[in-house]
């Protein structure tokens, strides 16, 4: 069991929560393709087949359809599947199965047969990845109602999320910043687990507040470092949720602060930026000194990897938009 | 007929099949091989034609060292990732060999080889891996599919195509390739399914090499072989030992002849072997053993073919001299090609999204160029 606060890599974070988890609930099973002797292409289910035998971490055929399905037909029967998805975009033949099933069963029967599946999902670019391994599929989940959508960005949550996205009754789309896998920082595994669905204030600021979410986050603490050498005191508010949205930590902190800039590396048009935006303008109107702004990727297929850094928004991009506030006023 | 006439039951069951109306006196042409077919190292190998040995002997060697440059230029990161198909380039030059110019090739990611032997350039195959553009070479000019990442979503593609080539009246046949990890996949069995329905004139090849990344044949499927699966859609089901570049010639140019001649669709399974791992990416020593590699070394593909060569007096040294000659050559030219960075140009990003691009992507186009623009002044 993890006790002491030890520094672990979110990889490391995530592994350990599947284990404490599976340790604490027998009745918590993880399948998905390779997950067993390989321990995962990332190694989040490294050790897993070992401690707790090959029914409790199935390695499956390879078939992401069946995968979802079965995980249905399992939580149907009172186990809490957590599925992995091997890439963001080999989820999708098991579309099906999650919009039309995953997401509606407790709707269907009238709440008498609720779905607790974990479904984690590697996400996103910046790690060289060729075509079909760098999507940012959040909008796709985002709007199908039934599901919860959650993403960590610290270690911390990495660890938290996950214990609380097994723990719900909900179906939960975990997305996993690959690009952040690697990266280092304390683990306390004995903290109290967050519910999910409350953002957090990563750093407070009077100039503007900065609003994003998994990957992007490094991205836009880093751009509010840089923007102190403007005279730019930034907020960065961290969702770790995209469904639930925390509405209400959203709504003070951009009331108090009148401008807002919401970034993500996902496609901007018709992405969870859009709606963000869209619901803060909506419910701070009258606060806004200037329209909130997005910066996202572009609208375009993921590019291959030696062009990736020109999509992917960056600190430039999100200073630039923080230029457009309408400083003026 | 009242509810308690039971004589119905005794009535034949109406047949919906034209020729379901008695049993099958065949002999059961559907089921697959009892062992794999094979070529080289029986009698059966002395009548094969010189002239397509020396070929098929050629593409190996030269095949081999195309596999075992690219895995270099992994190692120097000149590519971003190569899965090898070292072990298996029989399967890689017979399914080329197999094609007539005209045909259509459905590769999947780790068939750039067998891309290669069709005639594609070399380099522009490697785009994918390379990390440059998705799709180097010209689908329609080579009538070769883009590599295709998401396993297995190809084969309907493959199975359409020649379904509109038959529609057009032209005996164009089209060649899906797989793993054995794809025929888990539901697109596999539903490209299958419609291959058989619509009789289309497609051929699919499944390249068993014992392991989908780690899971090995036993955990992902239970049918006797994978050939198997044609039985219950309709279709022929052939085993062929993958290493054997002869034999998987002459079962894939038995089934591309069947398919053209409107014989509909066959599943041909080749049992070969991935020496390299998975890609350069992954660790096999977490899933296989040392000893299975070394087996299987033993029944390499250009080993099985040098040998009959050498039996039967058909490898002079000029033959292989040649062969190495040109393998040294392609994998000096990569080398040198892949020496430097790919001139890339960032607007290609906002190239061929739409025909004509929308309002926003302009806008998009202008964001990234004044972006460029003022990185260039910094400098
Ligand atoms: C739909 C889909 N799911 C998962 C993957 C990730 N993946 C890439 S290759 C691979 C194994 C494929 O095994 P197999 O079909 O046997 O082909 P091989 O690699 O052995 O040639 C997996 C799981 C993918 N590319 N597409």
Known sequence: MSTAVETRTMAQALNSALRDAMRADESVHVLGEDVGALGGVFRITDGLTAEFGPERCLDTPLAEAGILGTAVGMAMYGLRPVVEMQFDAFAYPAMEQLVSHVAKMRNRTAGRMPLPITIRIPYGGGIGGVEHHSDSSEAYYTHTPGLHVVTPATVADAYGLLRASIASDDPVVFLEPKRLYWGKDALDATAPVEPIGRAVLRRPGRSAVLITYGPSLPVCLEAAEAAKAEGWDLAVLDLRSLVPFDEQTAVELVRSVGRAVVVHESTGFGGAGAEIAARLTEKCFHHLAAPVLRVTGFDIPYPAPMLEHHHLPGVDRILDAVARLQWED | ????????????????????????????????????????????????????????????????????????????????????????????????????????????????????????????????????????????????????????????????????????????????????????????????????????????????????????????????????????????????????????????????????????????????????????????????????????????????????????????????????????????????????????????????VYAEPTQQLAEQAAQLTAELDAEEQAR
């Open chain 2, 1 to 352: 007929m009242t509810v308690l006439d039971h004589r119905h039951l005794a009535a034949p069951v109406p047949g919906w099949r034209p020729d379901a109306t008695g049993p099958r006196t065949d002999p059961a042409p559907l089921l697959p091989d009892e062992s794999p077919h094979r070529v080289l190292g029986t009698p059966a190998a002395e009548k094969a034609d010189p002239e397509l040995l020396a070929e098929l002997y050629r593409r190996l060697v030269v095949g081999r060292r195309y596999n075992q440059q690219a895995t270099t230029l992994t190692k120097q990161g000149r590519l971003a990732v190569y899965p090898a198909s070292t072990g298996q380039e029989a399967c890689q030059v017979a399914a080329a060999l197999a094609l007539r110019q005209d045909d259509w090739l459905f590769p999947s990611y780790r068939d750039t080889l067998a891309v290669v032997s069709r005639g594609v350039d070399p380099l522009e195959a490697l785009t994918l891996l390379r990390g440059n553009a998705h799709t180097g070479y010209d689908p329609k000019a080579t009538r070769t599919a883009p590599l295709c990442t998401p396993l297995a979503t190809q084969a309907p593609h493959a199975v359409g195509l020649a379904y509109a080539a038959q529609l057009r009246g032209e005996d164009t046949v089209a060649l899906a390739l797989l793993g054995d990890g794809g025929t888990s996949e539901g697109d596999f069995h539903e490209a299958l399914n419609f291959a058989a329905v619509l009789n289309a004139p497609v051929v699919f090849l499944v390249q068993n090499n014992g392991y989908a990344i780690s899971v090995p044949l036993t955990r992902q499927s239970a049918a006797p072989t994978l050939a198997h699966k044609a039985v219950g859609y309709g279709m022929p089901g052939r085993l062929v030992d993958g290493n054997d570049a002869v034999a998987v010639h002459a079962v894939l140019t038995e089934a591309v002849e069947r398919a053209r001649s409107g014989g509909g669709p066959t599943l041909v399974e080749a049992l070969t072997y991935r020496i390299e791992a998975h890609t350069n990416a992954d660790d096999a020593t977490r899933y296989r053993q040392d000893e299975e590699i070394a087996a299987w070394r033993e029944h390499d593909p250009i080993l099985l073919m040098e040998r009959h060569l050498r039996g039967t007096g058909q490898l002079d040294d000029r033959l292989a001299q040649a062969a190495t000659e040109e393998a040294e050559a392609l994998a000096a030219r990569m080398r040198a090609e892949f020496h430097t960075d790919p001139e890339l140009d960032p607007m290609s990003l906002f190239a061929h």
